[in-house]
């Protein structure tokens, strides 16, 4: 089996895969691991593979165009593959999962960092979205450790939703172009498609996050004019038992 891992950190990676069991399945040809650095296929003079997001905020969102140089050579050399995003906003991993993916013969496992990824690389190419590991979340909410304390207390499941979409330079990519809310400068038009963007991208993956998730009266009225009030709602009735206990939608 071929793993390929995409990262902007490959010397992070040596010594974990080069201990105990790892180091016996590629020392007896069971597993080949390869690590490309994302660096690699930058497109400018300073290496750089992040820019800020679109329509403002805390910290820096990874650029389609690197990653997508980093997939299209790992599949070049080495054959078609599952490309997966190591993501908070991913499956949970399992091990129903994990023995579901050791069938397949080649996996490209891309390793998301900063705030994110531009999510028109994800629309692109990843076919598979899986949870990050622990070390990596539980980090990232150590005081000191990011640069920027906001990004931690708005990171996934902080304020319990996924976060929404990221987008970063260049504004048109591969003929997919950055939402026009995240354009206008408007700062309560993007907060608010940022927030129904964050509620509909829970509802699709984990809309069990919503049993106990509460909304201010504004949140609610917005959810209200965007229909997705009720979809909410009986979810929340439906963790309560019955469809008559009042909802946390007030």
């Given at each position: 089996?071929?793993f390929?891992?995409?990262?902007?950190f490959?010397?992070?990676?040596?010594s974990p895969?080069?201990?105990?069991?790892?180091?016996?399945?590629?020392?007896?040809?069971?597993?080949?691991?390869?690590?490309?650095?994302?660096?690699?296929?930058?497109?400018?003079?300073?290496?750089?593979?992040?820019?800020?997001?679109?329509?403002?905020?805390?910290?820096?969102?990874?650029?389609p165009?690197?990653?997508?140089?980093?997939?299209?050579?790992?599949?070049?050399?080495?054959?078609?593959?599952e490309?997966?995003?190591?993501?908070?906003?991913g499956?949970?991993?399992?091990?129903?999962m994990?023995?579901?993916?050791?069938?397949?013969?080649?996996?490209?496992?891309?390793?998301?960092?900063?705030e994110?990824?531009?999510?028109?690389?994800q629309?692109?190419h990843?076919?598979r979205?899986?949870s990050?590991?622990?070390?990596?979340?539980?980090t990232?909410?150590?005081?000191?450790?990011?640069?920027?304390?906001?990004?931690?207390?708005?990171?996934?499941?902080s304020?319990?939703l996924?976060?929404?979409?990221?987008y970063?330079?260049?504004?048109?990519?591969e003929?997919?172009?950055?939402?026009?809310?995240?354009?206008?400068?408007?700062?309560?038009?993007?907060?608010?498609?940022?927030?129904?963007?964050?509620?509909?991208?829970?509802?699709?993956?984990?809309p069990?996050?919503?049993r106990?998730?509460?909304?201010?009266?504004a949140?609610?009225?917005?959810l209200?004019?965007?229909?997705?009030?009720?979809?909410?709602?009986?979810?929340?009735n439906?963790?309560?038992?019955?469809?008559?206990?009042e909802?946390?939608?007030?």
């Amino acid at each position: 089996m071929i793993f390929d891992i995409i990262t902007i950190f490959p010397e992070l990676l040596v010594s974990p895969l080069d201990e105990g069991i790892i180091r016996r399945a590629r020392q007896e040809k069971k597993v080949e691991i390869h690590t490309t650095n994302v660096r690699d296929y930058a497109l400018d003079k300073h290496a750089m593979t992040d820019d800020r997001p679109f329509g403002g905020g805390e910290g820096m969102v990874m650029k389609p165009e690197p990653l997508q140089g980093a997939v299209a050579a790992v599949l070049a050399a080495r054959g078609d593959a599952e490309v997966i995003l190591m993501s908070p906003q991913g499956e949970p991993f399992n091990q129903q999962m994990a023995q579901e993916l050791a069938t397949m013969q080649h996996l490209v496992l891309v390793c998301g960092r900063y705030e994110g990824i531009d999510e028109r690389f994800q629309q692109r190419h990843v076919t598979r979205e899986i949870s990050m590991v622990v070390v990596d979340a539980v980090t990232r909410l150590i005081p000191g450790v990011l640069g920027c304390a906001a990004s931690a207390e708005k990171d996934t499941f902080s304020d319990g939703l996924l976060k929404h979409p990221q987008y970063t330079r260049p504004r048109h990519w591969e003929g997919m172009e950055v939402p026009k809310e995240l354009l206008t400068g408007n700062h309560e038009q993007i907060r608010q498609y940022r927030f129904l963007a964050a509620v509909k991208r829970t509802l699709e993956r984990r809309p069990a996050m919503f049993r106990t998730k509460s909304f201010t009266a504004a949140e609610t009225k917005l959810l209200k004019q965007h229909g997705l009030y009720q979809k909410i709602a009986a979810i929340q009735n439906a963790n309560n038992g019955n469809g008559n206990e009042e909802t946390r939608c007030p």
